[in-house]
């Protein structure tokens, strides 16, 4: 059920709530720990999902039963890691990172989980590596959390190399409360919302930042 000040807005994640809430539901183990931390360990951009986002990427990839994933926008490996749990041990993810330092943050993450024979780390722009990728695909997810003026466009590649039934998962879909305003990275991502409605069975998730949930038709 919802209240007269839930439905106009109001939220009861209050920071002790959410504190909470992620110790019992999205605790860490160490290697998470080590892939979250790197923004200090390692002088990396503060940016990464928050353990409650990322819990819920392994589920919603368990629940689809994916194989072949695709992430865009690395970072540390921390989104990467907690996807590539939910993967089989014939699964692939195929993440890319723009940044080679990041990239290489993001491998040692990930061999030291265990997880470096499930995962590969491709470094470039995305633009010029997911075409690179389509030969493996269909696929059965695509995250996409990197430059929002080019969610558009990543959107619409993941319409076209996602199998039926296929997730697609885009982190920053309120557009840090800019996606209303009049700007060429908040107008890609309106068209990204728009295109995925078309494209797919669609839902906006009011996680901190939203996270956009898409079924493929």
């Known amino acids: 059920m919802a209240d007269a000040d839930s439905r106009a807005g109001r939220t009861y994640a209050e920071p002790a709530v959410l504190a909470w809430l992620e110790d019992l539901h999205a605790p ?15 002088n990396l951009p503060a940016i990464q999902v928050g353990p409650s986002e990322g819990r819920a990427l392994e589920l919603f990839l368990r ?10 926008g690395t970072l540390a490996g921390y989104s990467t890691l907690w996807m590539a749990r939910a993967l089989p041990a014939d699964g692939h993810l195929h993440t890319i990172e723009v940044d080679p330092l990041h990239a290489a943050v993001a491998r040692r993450n990930l061999e030291a989980a265990g997880f470096g024979d499930r ?13 690179l990728l389509e030969g493996q695909g269909p696929f059965d997810a695509v995250f996409i959390d990197a430059d929002k003026g080019c969610y558009d466009r990543y959107g619409a590649w993941a319409a076209q190399n996602l199998r039926s039934g296929g997730l697609l998962l885009g982190d920053n879909a309120f557009y840090f409360g800019n996606l209303l305003v009049d ?28 996270l956009l949930l898409g079924i493929r038709h």
């Open 28 to 42: 860490h183990d160490g290697a998470l720990a080590q892939a979250f931390g790197a923004s200090e360990s390692e």
């Open 183 to 210: 700007s060429d990275a908040a107008r890609a991502m309106r068209r990204f919302h728009e295109e995925a409605a078309a494209a797919f069975a669609t839902v906006c998730l009011p996680t901190p930042d939203g």
């Open 119 to 131: 995962t590969t780390v491709h470094v470039g722009a995305a633009l010029d590596i997911l075409p």
């Open 63 to 72: 629940m689809s039963n994916a194989r072949r994933v695709v992430e865009i």
